[in-house]
């Protein structure tokens, strides 16, 4: 039976009115922590002219083969194993990079090495999209956030929403600069960075 999460069909209408304009011009995505797959197909269906990069542990493999298959989707590829913190990552070169729902339940060194591996294989003028709730000036930007908070950390204490000024903290020092910060339903955000050559952007 194939994988599903009830959160990827409430929010993926409100992610793909965003990155449809984020990524008129892009031609591949690289997406991190695919989970059960229902983003990458959805997306992939509603934007054709992208290559759909899905990639996550070996675990979540399964699952996203079993949407992957059910779709006939050419343009979004087999699952890529990536694990943010090994060294060297399956793909040398993309020109987006899309990640939604992952920075709250990693340990904060994993958010440190994904930062960074995304300015690595990020080229320039690229853009990296990151979806989900965010801290401001390490405050909650709303009671559900702050309840959903407690929970991460009763079932992880390293894990928790992470603080926007920390977060863009580390893109910076990854080349990338904050491109636009969109509001989304329920309390979420969608961060976009863009990748800097030598010069500033």
């Known amino acids: 039976m194939k994988p599903y999460a009830e959160s990827c069909d409430q929010n993926r209408d409100p992610i793909l009115e965003v990155i449809s304009?984020?990524?008129?011009?892009?031609?591949?995505?690289?997406?991190?922590?695919?989970?059960?797959?229902?983003?990458?197909?959805y997306f992939?269906?509603?934007?054709?002219?992208?290559?759909?990069?899905?990639?996550?542990?070996?675990?979540?493999?399964?699952?996203?083969?079993?949407w992957l298959q059910e779709s006939g989707l050419s343009n979004v590829a087999a699952p890529l194993l990536l694990d943010v913190s090994q060294a060297e990552w399956p793909v040398c070169s993309v020109d987006a990079v899309f990640s939604a729902n992952t920075v709250h339940i990693m340990h904060w060194e994993e958010v440190e090495a994904m930062i960074r591996g995304v300015g690595r294989v990020l080229a320039v003028h690229g853009l990296f999209a990151l979806y989900g709730p965010f801290n401001y000036q390490h405050r909650y930007t709303s009671e559900s956030n702050a309840r959903?908070?407690?929970?991460?950390?009763?079932?992880?204490?390293?894990?928790?929403?992470?603080?926007?000024?920390?977060?863009?903290?580390?893109?910076?020092?990854?080349?990338?600069?904050?491109f636009e910060d969109f509001a989304m339903p329920a309390n979420n955000r969608l961060l976009a960075w863009r990748k800097h050559g030598q010069g500033r952007p």
């Open 21 to 41: 304009q984020l990524f008129a011009q892009r031609s591949k995505v690289l997406e991190i922590g695919s989970g059960t797959g229902q983003h990458a197909v």
């Open 44 to 66: 992939a269906h509603k934007l054709p002219h992208l290559t759909w990069l899905t990639s996550d542990k070996a675990e979540q493999h399964a699952g996203i083969r079993m």
């Open 148 to 178: 959903f908070d407690q929970w991460l950390k009763s079932r992880d204490p390293a894990s928790g929403i992470r603080d926007f000024g920390e977060l863009n903290r580390l893109a910076e020092a990854a080349g990338m600069s904050l």
